[in-house]
C-alpha cells in the first residue's frame, strides 16, 4: 500500500462481502451462475508457497461451485498498463496448480487434474488498457501471425479485465450500485477521481454512499463500518485539492453519522490550517481519538495478516497471538516492514 489508490482497493475490494456481488458482476456467465457466491472467502493460506510467483499477490479468493469443487479467483490492483503483468498472472496460476496439486489428498494416482484459476485485473489508470488481454499476446508480431492458425499451441488463458478508463467498466461499476454500493463508490474514485475534483465524483455517488454506511452498519457492525469510512475520508483528504477535499468530506458526512461529520472536519481542519501532508498525519491521530482507535487496530492487524500469510504462508499459533495483542502503532511498524521484508522473522525483529 505504497499510495492511497493501493490502500483503498485493497480496503474495499479484498473484502469477501463486496467483492462476491463485484466478481459475480465480471466473470463470464458460465462461471458466475455455477459459483455459490455466498461462500467466497479470502483463500486458504496453506495454499500460498514462500515461492517469487507468489510473493507480492494482491488478493486471492475461493469460492465453491457444485460438488464441493473450488474456483481460485486472483485479484491484482494495476495502475497503469502493464502487459508483462499477464506472464506475472501465469506464473502464479502454475504455482497455485503445482500447490493444490500436492495438497490434495482426494486426487487418485496418476490423476493431473487441477483447479480453476481466473486471473481479475482492476485496472484504474488514466487511459484504457491495452491490446495485450492474454500471455499469447506477448509474442513476437512473426510469431504471433505464425500461430494465428495454430492457436492451440499458445495458452489463451484469458485475463477478466475491469477497466475503470473505459465507458464500459463505469456501466459495470453502476450496476453495483445496489447490492454493493461501496465498490460502487471505490469505482468512481478510483476510475472518475483520477480526473475530476473528488467532491463533484462523491457527490455524484452520494446515494450509494449512504447505502453502502448502512449496509455496513448491519453486516458487519458499526464499529467496521466506522473503519471504512475513514479509508473514504482519508482517500478522498489525500488526493484532492484542500477545497475540493473539505467539499468531498462535507458530502461524506451528510451521507453517513455524526461521528463521521466530526471525523472528516477534524481532518478537513488540519488540511486548511497545516497544509495536506501533516495535516493528513495530524487528521488522522485527531480522528482515532475521537473513537476509531480500536477499529484502526482491526484494520492493520487484518492488513498484516493477510500480507504476511500471502507472501510467507501459514504463520502459526505464537505469531498470531503475537499480532492479536499488538496496538494500533506496533501494527503499523509491523505492516510498513512486511512490505519489503524478506523473512518472517525480520518483520518482528527487536
Not at 487511459?127 to 509474442?139: I, N, Q
Not at 458530502?251 to 478537513?268: F, N, P, R
Request: charged share 25%; aromatic share 4%.
Amino acid at each position: 500500500m505504497k499510495e492511497p489508490h493501493d490502500r483503498l482497493f485493497r480496503a474495499v475490494f479484498l473484502r469477501p462481502l463486496a467483492a462476491a456481488h463485484w466478481l459475480r458482476a465480471l466473470l463470464p456467465a458460465a462461471i458466475a451462475t455455477v459459483a455459490d457466491w455466498s461462500t467466497l472467502a479470502c483463500a486458504d493460506s496453506s495454499l500460498l508457497t514462500r515461492s517469487v510467483a507468489l510473493r507480492h499477490l494482491d488478493g486471492l479468493f475461493e469460492v465453491r461451485v457444485a460438488e464441493g469443487e473450488t474456483i481460485l479467483v486472483i485479484v491484482e490492483h494495476q495502475s497503469k498498463y502493464e502487459p508483462a503483468s499477464l506472464l506475472r498472472l501465469h506464473e502464479v496460476t502454475s504455482a497455485l496448480w503445482r500447490r493444490a496439486r500436492q495438497g490434495d489428498r482426494r486426487r487418485t494416482r496418476g490423476s493431473a487434474e487441477i483447479p480453476l484459476v481466473v486471473p481479475v485485473i482492476l485496472h484504474t489508470g488514466p487511459r484504457a488498457w491495452g491490446p495485450v488481454r492474454e500471455v499469447g499476446g506477448l509474442l513476437t508480431p512473426v510469431l504471433r501471425a505464425a500461430c494465428r492458425n495454430a492457436p492451440r499451441l499458445v495458452s489463451h488463458q484469458p485475463l477478466i479485465l475491469h477497466d475503470l478508463a473505459t465507458r464500459e467498466g463505469m456501466e459495470i461499476a453502476g450496476t453495483l450500485s445496489r447490492d454493493a454500493p461501496l465498490i460502487h463508490c471505490a469505482c468512481a474514485l478510483l476510475g472518475y477521481g483520477r480526473h475530476q475534483p473528488v467532491d463533484r465524483v462523491l457527490h455524484r455517488v452520494r446515494e450509494s454512499l449512504a447505502r453502502a454506511w448502512r449496509d455496513a452498519v448491519v453486516r458487519t457492525g458499526h464499529e467496521d463500518a466506522l473503519v471504512m469510512m475513514s479509508v473514504l475520508v482519508e482517500y478522498v483528504l489525500t488526493v484532492g485539492t484542500p477545497v475540493a477535499a473539505q467539499r468531498a468530506a462535507e458530502i461524506l458526512a451528510a451521507a453517513t453519522t455524526e461521528e463521521v461529520h466530526t471525523m472528516a472536519e477534524t481532518m478537513a481542519e488540519y488540511l486548511r490550517r497545516e497544509g495536506m501532508k501533516e495535516g493528513l498525519e495530524k487528521g488522522i491521530e485527531k480522528g482515532i481519538e475521537k473513537g476509531i482507535e480500536k477499529g484502526r487496530a482491526d484494520t492493520l492487524r487484518e492488513n498484516l495478516l493477510l500480507s504476511l500469510e500471502t507472501r510467507f504462508g501459514d504463520l502459526g499459533a505464537a505469531t498470531r497471538s503475537r499480532i492479536a495483542a499488538a496496538d494500533a502503532a506496533t501494527l503499523d511498524v509491523w505492516f510498513r516492514r512486511a512490505l519489503a521484508a524478506d523473512t518472517l522473522g525480520a518483520v518482528f525483529v527487536e
